[in-house]
Each structure stands twice: as C-alpha cells, then as structure tokens.
C-alpha cells in the first residue's frame, strides 16, 4: 500500500512544478527570433548573388535531410537532397557562373513581399514570400515564390530546405513595385 501512495504523491508534486515554458528566462521571443532568421535568409541570397561559395555554405545545415529545389529557364527543374548534393550543386554553380567584369551582384536588388513565418517549435520554423530579383539594367523584376525551412543548431538558425520557382515569363516593371 505504501509504493502506490507514495507514487501518487511523487506524481502530485511534479504535476504543481511549473512547466519549463512558463518561466520568464525562457519566454520565446518571436521577433527576436524572426530577425534573426531574415539575417540569414539575406545573408545567404546575397552571398549567392555575389558568387561567395564560402559566405553561402555558412548559411546551411550541412545534414543529409538539407533539400533544394528550383526551376530553370528553360522549364527544367534541378532539386538535390542531402548536404553533399546541394554543396555540389551550389558549389559547381558558382563556380561555372562568375560574376561579370565589374558586377558586385547577379541581382543587387531584392524585395521580399507577402511575408509569412510560421514557427513549429523555438528551433523550427518555416517562411514564404515572394522576391523580386532586379534584372540587367534594373528596369524589371522576375519573380520569385521562395520557401525555407529554418532549424536552430548550437543556437544559430541555419537553413535547412529552400524551394524557388521562378516566373521567367512575366517580368516586373521597377515601377510597379513602389
């Protein structure tokens, strides 16, 4: 008879504990949280779009459950999954597609629109939006609808699955966007 009594007052007691939380030193701050998500998220599209192999690799979660997906002009579509895949992809990418003599950015301008952020769990969050990438000579933009998966590791928010379709056929005026 004593065991189940003292079971049930064991069981008592952690259930009147406060839960972890509920305790104001590990409250979650959701903007906090979210800028530090768009720090990488621009970091690594403008390491992409500057061709710095090292700068965009930081970005990532080098795991075998990283994913990228994208579609090409011409209506292909290029998708790798796992670290070394995308690192290949990426890396050969780069290097095969330099910037021109005197460009600092393939798209030096980018707008993100119609933001959405959802956050699964404090470590785990996935965003949408749209992008418009400026085109040569700035007149237009093409379209984008971008994906991430985001993951904190060693409390640093890293990306883990990028997904980009982009709308080759209906460019953007500048204009349309002010």
Same mark, same amino acid.
């Given at each position: ?85 995308? /690192?290949?992809? !990426?890396?050969?990418? *780069? ?5 021109? @003599?005197?460009?600092? =950015? ?39 609808? /971008?994906?991430? !998966?985001?993951?904190? *590791? ?5 990306? @883990?699955?990028?997904? =980009? ?14």
């Amino acid at each position: 008879m004593r065991l189940p009594m003292i079971a049930l007052l064991l069981f008592a007691c952690a259930c009147n504990q406060p839960k972890k939380e509920e305790t104001p030193d590990t409250v979650f701050d959701e903007a906090k949280e979210k800028a530090a998500i768009m720090q990488v998220i621009e970091k690594e599209t403008g390491c992409f779009y500057k061709r710095d192999y090292n700068c965009w690799k930081e970005c990532f979660a080098q795991k075998d459950y990283a994913f990228q997906a994208w579609n090409n002009s011409d209506g292909t579509v290029d998708a790798k999954s796992g670290w070394t895949e995308v /690192d290949d992809k !990426i890396g050969q990418y *780069i290097k095969n597609n330099p910037l021109p @003599v005197g460009a600092s =950015s393939s798209h030096p301008v980018v707008q993100r629109r119609n933001m959405i952020v959802h956050f699964f769990t404090d470590s785990l969050a996935t965003l949408i939006w749209n992008q418009y990438n400026i085109n040569d000579g700035q007149q237009t933009y093409t379209l984008s609808k /971008d994906t991430r !998966i985001m993951e904190k *590791i060693n409390g640093q928010w890293m990306i @883990v699955n990028v997904a =980009s379709f982009w709308d080759y056929k209906n460019l953007v005026p500048v204009d349309s966007l002010k």
